[in-house]
């Protein structure tokens, strides 16, 4: 099982590149927003593989960050979400973007992908509601997808903000979002204590 290729970017194509190993070239798709992070051809090059076999073929598929691998590997865990249609969301939304889009249930910002329609979008917000909120990086994605223009601090305070809410007995899901609105409402620069009434509001609508 292939985890990880470094070496030299031989090429690219629209949905994949070619990584030169030692002389042997790995085909590995990628997502729009990973392929445009790529640097020349001919320069050193390293992603994180998600190696996918079949009884039909090997397909790897690359990252340059862990936060896109972690989403490509939950949005699978969807019922109608294969690689193809995950990639295609990682390539209409990044990481923290996804975080939020999920967070406030915005339906309309997932089916900017393609090949996602307004039934398997309803799918994903419902299924992964209670999961965005608790991966490995999720205080790192909230600080990001809440205050996507603001300080370490901003985003700190929101996370912080969830804490609080669930500490009071509410679902960290439904925390995660009720901040998440809370703070585009209110700005960056918003106070924990401010995070928090308004997050309550969000909830007792």
Same mark, same amino acid.
């Given at each position: 099982?292939?985890?990880k290729?470094?070496?030299?970017?031989?090429?690219?194509?629209?949905?994949?590149?070619?990584?030169?190993?030692?002389g042997?070239?790995?085909? *590995?798709?990628?997502?729009?927003?990973?392929?445009?992070g790529?640097?020349? +051809?001919?320069?050193?090059?390293?992603?994180?593989?998600e190696t996918?076999?079949?009884? &039909?073929?090997?397909?790897?598929?690359?990252?340059? $960050?862990?936060?896109?691998?972690?989403?490509?590997?939950? !949005?699978?865990?969807?019922?109608? *979400?294969?690689? =193809?249609?995950?990639?295609?969301?990682?390539s209409? !939304? /990044? +990481?923290a973007? !996804?975080?939020?889009a999920? @967070?406030?249930? $915005?339906?309309?910002?997932?089916?900017? @992908? &393609?090949?996602?329609?307004?039934?398997?979008?309803?799918?994903?917000l419902?299924?992964?509601?209670?999961?965005?909120?608790?991966? +490995?990086? /999720?205080?790192a994605?909230?600080a990001?997808?809440?205050a996507?223009?603001?300080t370490?601090?901003?985003?700190?305070?929101? @996370? &912080? @903000?969830?804490?609080?809410l *669930?500490?009071? /007995?509410?679902r =960290?899901? $439904?925390?995660?979002?009720a901040?998440?609105?809370?703070?585009?409402?209110?700005? /960056? &620069?918003?106070? !924990?204590?401010?995070?928090?009434?308004a997050?309550?509001k969000?909830?007792?609508?």
């Amino acid at each position: 099982m292939i985890g990880k290729l470094s070496g030299t970017l031989d090429s690219l194509g629209e949905t994949s590149a070619m990584i030169d190993v030692g002389g042997v070239g790995y085909v *590995v798709f990628c997502s729009a927003r990973t392929l445009r992070g790529l640097p020349r +051809p001919g320069e050193p090059v390293r992603l994180l593989i998600e190696t996918h076999v079949r009884e &039909d073929h090997i397909h790897l598929y690359g990252f340059l $960050d862990r936060a896109e691998q972690r989403w490509f590997n939950l !949005l699978q865990t969807v019922q109608g *979400v294969g690689a =193809r249609v995950a990639l295609a969301i990682l390539s209409s !939304l /990044g +990481p923290a973007e !996804l975080a939020q889009a999920i @967070a406030a249930q $915005d339906k309309a910002q997932i089916t900017r @992908a &393609d090949g996602v329609g307004a039934k398997l979008a309803t799918r994903i917000l419902t299924e992964l509601k209670d999961k965005a909120g608790e991966l +490995p990086a /999720g205080r790192a994605m909230l600080a990001e997808s809440v205050a996507p223009a603001g300080t370490e601090a901003s985003g700190g305070r929101a @996370a &912080d @903000a969830v804490s609080a809410l *669930v500490n009071l /007995g509410y679902r =960290r899901a $439904d925390a995660f979002a009720a901040v998440a609105r809370a703070a585009r409402e209110l700005g /960056g &620069d918003a106070g !924990l204590d401010r995070l928090i009434r308004a997050g309550l509001k969000e909830l007792a609508r």
